[in-house]
């Protein structure tokens, strides 16, 4: 933990109505500036306590505390060398280290997590069996989505018209396997607006869930693959339609920072959100009407990590006949957080209602989410809520509907009864 950047906290308190831990039960200590007092007592010499790995893990990396503090406090960067910390120094329970097993033995592999989509589904079903046995379980059982049809993409789909640039696709793990229409949609999109898409078929995970839960060999280790990967396609920028990825290689830099020679190579390369992306190159493919309500959902990772909220909203406003509605408490956490849902099960569901109850006070058609951990949180909160299945679609299928001309009753329709993307 660097001594310097806890200093530049003055615990002015600017961060608590942002904190959504700190929102839902009043802690100091589950607070951003209380996570930073027990930083500095740690670096003062106070070993890492039970209580203090408690409520370091407690806190979602959200990043609104980033936000909303007036003394640029780098607590992004603190609270991932605090994880670090933890997992060298800490001694969880058995039962913890057991699941925090299998979920990195699985989630960064997709073939793996390709493997266990039917059976995570399946488990719907005994999800309160599960979560008797361990609530993380259950967890995993409630917020499995649909299988979805297989999407096979090329390694490069060409531009639809003249080419305006080159760039690369990162599919992602989760996206990749759970949400592959999605990569299909962004693909296309990237294509009629002048690009050519290039995919690496192995370009494996991006180190984005080692990197939030303090695993740092294994995110340098994922980091450094997906650098090489993209340098071999020879692009001009690398498209990231997740959030929490595109947050994660944006800090390659940092967290290479130890390798000077890496480092420079993750400063070269260029990572760009989707609807980041598509702002800065402007529009050339016509926008159809697509008549829908939509609510758009911001995703931590996006709106606070990268500081992208107005670029996906100006996009989706563009699109003829489309009413783009806003979220109350928006810039709250919806509880997904990596794999947050996962450790932390009950705190993520209690924000997960949350979320679930703004969502459904909107009233629209169909939930934006740009990232699938938000999609997956969102869906299984509002069926905890029993209002059956809610229809969420991302920003690139969005656009996608409208740059083809379909109609909006195919956003948010279920990947197990969409057709083939061609």
């Keep these: 933990m660097d001594p310097e950047l806890i200093r530049d906290c003055v615990h002015c308190g600017f961060c608590l109505p942002t904190c959504p831990t700190y929102v839902l039960w009043g802690e100091e200590m589950d607070s951003p500036r209380g996570r930073i007092h027990l930083m500095g007592q740690h670096v003062e010499g106070t070993p890492v306590t039970d209580a203090m790995a408690g409520h370091f893990d407690a806190c979602l990396g959200c990043m609104a505390c980033v936000t909303a503090c007036p003394s640029g406090v780098r ?31 699985l989630f960064p592999y997709r073939r793996r997590l390709r493997a266990m989509r039917l059976p995570m589904r399946l488990s719907r079903r005994l999800q309160p069996l599960l979560e008797r046995v361990n609530p993380s379980l259950g967890a995993m059982a409630e917020l499995a989505p649909g299988v979805p049809r297989p999407v096979r993409l090329p390694p490069l789909v060409r531009a639809r018209r003249r080419r305006r640039t080159r760039v690369g696709l990162l599919t992602g793990c989760v996206q990749g396997e759970f949400f592959p229409q999605v990569n299909a949609a962004t693909a296309r999109v990237l294509a009629l607006e002048g690009c050519d898409v290039v995919i690496p078929p192995r370009q494996g995970c991006c180190g984005a869930l080692s990197l939030h839960a303090g695993r740092e060999a294994e995110a340098r280790r994922f980091a450094r693959r997906t650098i090489a990967a993209f ?10 339609n997740a959030a929490g990825c595109g947050s994660s ?10 390798e000077p020679g890496w480092a420079a190579r993750a400063e070269a390369l260029r990572t760009r959100d989707l609807a980041e992306f598509l702002a800065e190159l402007g529009p050339v493919a016509e926008r159809r009407p697509l008549p829908v309500t939509v609510a758009y959902h911001d995703a931590c990772h996006l709106a606070h990590a990268q500081g992208v909220r107005a670029q996906p909203r100006e996009l989706l406003r563009a699109i003829p006949g489309l009413e783009l509605r806003e979220l109350e408490e928006s810039a709250i956490c919806c509880g997904s957080a990596g794999t947050y849902n996962l ?6 569901r209690q924000l997960g209602d949350r979320k679930a109850e703004r969502v459904l006070a ?13 999609t997956m949180q969102i869906a299984a909160a509002v069926r905890r809520a029993g209002k059956g299945e809610i229809r969420v679609a991302h920003t690139a299928e969005v656009l996608d509907a409208s740059l083809r001309g379909l109609e909006p009753g195919i956003l948010g329709r279920s990947p197990m009864r969409r057709r083939r993307t061609r």
């Design 362 to 374: 909107a009233g629209a058609d169909v939930l934006v989410s740009a990232n699938p951990g938000c």
């Design 75 to 105: 607590y992004d960067r603190l609270i991932e060398q605090t994880r670090a910390v933890v997992e060298r120094e800490h001694v969880r329970r058995p039962d913890e280290r057991a699941i925090r097993a299998l979920v990195f033995a």
């Design 231 to 240: 340098e071999r396609a020879g692009v001009d920028a690398v498209v990231v």
């Design 249 to 258: 290689m944006k800090d390659y830099a940092e967290v290479l920072a130890d």
């Design 343 to 348: 450790f932390r099960p009950e705190a993520a």
